[in-house]
């Protein structure tokens, strides 16, 4: 049993997506969750950019007496995940190697694809998991920058003339691989699952790798039989810029309201 807090960070709302599941198959535990809003996105930056990023972030979370860290950002788990963990004395878990597992116990032809931010695809981690763990297997990926600004700006949902063209452009060449799973390679791809299912078809299966970490997080506490016990955990909400458009973006994507439970801080101090 450990009743300290699980702290979650990403660039901007997407991890909200991975506290979601968290909460859903952990709902005793306390989450402490960081969205640095006021620098997304992440994946158009340089790896020594996204790394001082994420430190300060991690900086940030440590400051409160935590158990674990759920980096619940594609891009900073494809490029910074060993440097954090080797850094904290605390596990550290990233999105690559759970979405990775999922996809290769979900294919049939071995041929899947990824999304993702140009840093992650640039980064290769997801190929060199792939290789890792199913060598047969074919990955095609496709970068697709304008997903998440979209996402932040609540443009995800079926019905949108912007997502639903940039969509069926971005997808295009992935449909012509004959891929049967897709991996969401970022936390923000999840709100867009209605919008890419369509483009791709219902045959193609769809890996959440927001889902894919919290699960990892749970196997991870269950092993090490720490737990926590209380009846109901609760979750605090930290951005670094206007509370306003952080509350009302992460209530859609959290499915509940959380108006007036975020608070703003200087993550410059960090």
């Not at 807090?5 to 989450?31: C, H, K, W, Y």
Request: overall charge neutral; charged content about 20%.
């Amino acid at each position: 049993m450990n009743q300290q807090p699980i702290g979650v960070f990403d660039s901007g709302l997407g991890g909200l997506t991975a506290v979601r599941q968290l909460r859903r198959i952990m709902p005793s535990e306390n989450i402490i969750y960081f969205g640095d809003t006021s620098r997304v996105p992440y994946g158009n930056r340089s790896r020594e950019t996204i790394l001082k990023y994420a430190r300060q972030d991690m900086r940030f979370l440590r400051s409160f007496d935590l158990k674990a860290v759920v980096i619940a950002c594609g891009t900073v788990s494809s490029n910074c995940l060993e440097t954090l963990q080797a850094e904290n004395n605390i596990p550290v878990i990233g999105v690559v190697a759970p979405a990775v597992q999922r996809a290769t116990s979900l294919t049939k032809n071995g041929r899947v694809g990824l999304v993702a931010t140009r840093a992650s695809v640039r980064s290769g981690a997801y190929e060199r998991m792939f290789h890792a763990m199913a060598p047969n297997a074919q990955l095609f990926s496709k970068a697709c920058p304008l997903f998440v600004p979209l996402v932040e700006e609540g443009r995800c949902r079926p019905g949108d003339a912007v997502i639903e063209q940039v969509a069926k452009e971005y997808l295009a060449e992935l449909k012509e691989k004959d891929i049967d799973t897709l991996v969401l390679g970022c936390t923000h791809y999840p709100l867009l699952a209605e919008v890419i299912g369509q483009v791709m078809g219902p045959e193609v299966a769809l890996v959440d790798v927001g889902a894919e970490s919290a699960r990892a997080a749970w196997t991870l506490l269950t092993g090490q039989k720490a737990l926590a016990e209380r009846r109901e955990g609760a979750a605090s909400f930290y951005t670094s810029d206007r509370v306003e458009d952080f509350e009302h973006l992460a209530s859609l994507f959290l499915q509940e309201d959380i108006t007036n439970q975020a608070q703003q801080i200087d993550i410059s101090r960090y």
